[in-house]
């Protein structure tokens, strides 16, 4: 919504009253004050221990700078948390989707200044910002999101979002859930010092923060209905697995490759996450992901687990069975691109940021082009681990070390950094690399033997001559994990592996 209907709405419904009031505040404060110290303990303690160190070295003017970085690093904070994200879409530009949104907060109860911005990636969050003086509520809401997903779907996403405000609206929740993001940002570095102590906050927590999502779900699933709530659920989830590990991979892949940028990348998305075979890749990454979380550190329950949730319930409003009409769509899509190509040229540093990229088309490129931008490593990796000098020798090598058992290794000399990644999540961080690095082989043996691939974006799928139709990943998994290669090795014969 635009500033003139936040201003007009009343101020003082501003926060609705939480549905359930959290556990003791007896058992919440302590966990709250102990995370906050714990997040805040190593960068207090490099703060005050530099400058210490730096005076008694006999540089005093020196000292003043690990403070001065500090009191910069805070302002620096505070200046992004107020900046609003995001496009603006007004009621006048977006008729549809403010009248979707005006319809599910008024059917929430939800009486609050709304405001309604656009961001690139799939997102979909509602926070608080001061507008012209009235403090308000944000929906931020991805554009990929509104380009898949139905409005109905979309409805439920936005009911889910607005009833945070019920379920995260008592003060010790937000200041329990603001803890946890805190300390969970301190254990994203390689160096994580804190992490023993952490992980048992954290995980005494979870429970916590993963009611507020099943409850905003089944707030949703009571408005919408328990099948539009789930449908949204996993197109969401999914949609998100696709943009991370394919949408970016484009832009980093032509990046690397001629500076370009994939204009089209909207309708790339779309055309990809229609695929059978990446729909079905993006269902098995969401599972392998929901399984890894060593630290407790996931804000949302699996996807299972939601699902497991929902109440039973009917549609009582229907909305459209088919995405809503975006009026100013070509702009919102030109506007995304270019914050994304900005995004990029940020990450490749200062010189890139003088150099205008050239836009390439991803849906004109032939299969083949587009396979091969997306294949190119250099010389194969497991090629490389193995001293071998056909990718036909190579799988047979990394057979036989995942028939001994000593494929960890192997992924390990494939993978330096696997052995940076957090100990419980190395061995599927391990089969990860693995059959990586054997899906690109064994689909260049299989290639030259006359396989082909039904999907141009799949390049782990492929379709033998006589038209069966194989998932490398599925197979190459399934290898690594019960130590069975013969099913791979039938696929190598004499004729294949000369």
Request: with cysteine; hydrophobic share 45%; aromatic share 4%.
């Amino acid at each position: 919504m635009d500033r003139g209907t936040a201003g007009r709405l009343s101020a003082a419904d501003e926060r609705p009253a939480p549905s359930v009031r959290p556990p003791s505040a007896l058992r919440e404060w302590p966990l709250v004050a102990a995370m906050l110290t714990l997040a805040w303990l190593p960068p207090l303690a490099a703060a005050v221990a530099l400058p210490v160190l730096l005076a008694r070295a006999g540089n005093p003017t020196a000292a003043l700078l690990p403070v001065v970085v500090t009191l910069l690093s805070v302002l620096a904070a505070v200046v992004a948390r107020r900046r609003i994200p995001g496009r603006a879409v007004r009621p006048r530009d977006e008729p549809e989707l403010a009248a979707l949104v005006q319809d599910v907060a008024e059917r929430l109860g939800f009486r609050a200044p709304l405001l309604v911005r656009i961001v690139p990636d799939v997102q979909a969050s509602l926070s608080r910002a001061t507008v012209s003086g009235i403090r308000a509520y944000v929906l931020v809401l991805g554009l990929p999101v509104l380009r898949t997903l139905t409005a109905d779907q979309l409805a439920a996403v936005v009911a889910h979002e607005l009833a945070h405000v019920r379920h995260v609206g008592h003060r010790r929740t937000s200041w329990l859930l603001m803890a946890r993001h805190a300390l969970t940002a301190e254990l994203k570095p390689r160096f994580r010092p804190t992490a023993p102590v952490a992980a048992p906050l954290l995980r005494a927590t979870q429970s916590r923060a993963w009611r507020t999502e099943t409850d905003s779900d089944a707030d949703a699933a009571r408005l919408l209905g328990k099948a539009t709530t789930a449908a949204a659920l996993e197109r969401s989830i999914r949609l998100n697995s696709v943009y991370e590990g394919l949408g970016l991979r484009w832009w980093s892949v032509l990046a690397q490759h001629d500076g370009s940028y994939p204009q089209d990348f909207y309708d790339a998305l779309d055309t990809a996450v229609r695929d059978p075979h990446v729909d079905r890749s993006a269902a098995r990454a969401v599972a392998e992901h929901d399984a890894l979380d060593p630290y407790a550190t996931a804000g949302h329950p699996p996807l299972a687990d939601r699902l497991a949730a929902l109440p039973d319930a009917d549609a009582v409003t229907a909305y459209r069975d088919e995405p809503l009409p975006l009026r100013t769509g070509p702009a919102l899509e030109q506007w995304c691109v270019g914050q994304l190509a900005e995004q990029g040229r940020a990450r490749r540093g200062r010189r890139d940021r003088h150099t205008a990229p050239r836009p390439t088309r991803l849906l004109a490129l032939p299969p083949d082009r587009l396979r091969q931008l997306l294949e190119d490593k250099g010389p194969s990796p497991l090629q490389r681990a193995t001293e071998q000098d056909s990718p036909a020798r190579a799988l047979h090598s990394a057979l036989d070390a995942i028939a001994d058992g000593t494929w960890p290794r192997l992924a390990r000399r494939i993978e330096r950094g696997i052995r940076r990644a957090p100990r419980p999540v190395r061995p599927a961080y391990s089969r990860t690399v693995l059959t990586g690095a054997m899906v690109l082989a064994l689909a260049t043996v299989l290639r030259d033997a006359g396989w082909t691939h039904p999907s141009r974006w799949r390049t782990s799928v492929l379709t033998s001559p006589d038209g069966t139709v194989l998932d490398l990943s599925e197979l190459l998994t399934a290898a690594v994990e019960n130590g069975d290669t013969a099913p791979v090795r039938a696929l190598l014969t004499p004729e294949v592996a000369a």
